[in-house]
């Protein structure tokens, strides 16, 4: 039986790097390029119907000094014609309110 969205799969330990991170997203959506720009074009096209919904387990090993990639994937579903839902799996159950006081400040992520 066919979903009637889209599932992509993420285990954030496995990706040593933010580009195989984009590119593990990228081919699971089947991105024509396997880029962060190319992901989030491909999230909020307005001629997508079906919603992407994205499990990242062990999200806390994406923390960095700057967790640019935590605001990144954490904002995506925020954005205008988004077509995400972001289900992110964390060992700390304080992650948002310590790693990324950003969010708080934004009303459409919380």
């Known amino acids: 039986e066919e979903l009637s969205f889209t599932l992509i799969e993420i285990n954030c330990m496995s990706h040593n790097t933010n580009k195989a991170l984009y590119a593990d ?7 024509e390029k396997t880029t962060k720009s190319a992901c989030q074009s491909f999230i ?9 919904v ?5 999200v806390d090993q994406l923390e960095t000094t700057n ?15 988004s077509r995400l ?12 309110d310590r790693q990324l006081p950003r969010l708080k400040a934004q009303v459409t992520c919380q």
């Open 25 to 31: 997203i990228a081919t699971q959506l089947k991105c």
């Open 44 to 52: 909020t096209s307005k001629h997508r119907r079906k919603m992407i």
């Open 54 to 58: 994205m499990l990242l387990d062990e």
């Open 67 to 81: 967790n640019s990639v935590l605001y990144t994937l954490f904002e995506w579903p925020a954005l205008h014609n």
């Open 85 to 96: 839902i972001l289900i992110g799996i964390a060992n700390a159950l304080d992650l948002t």
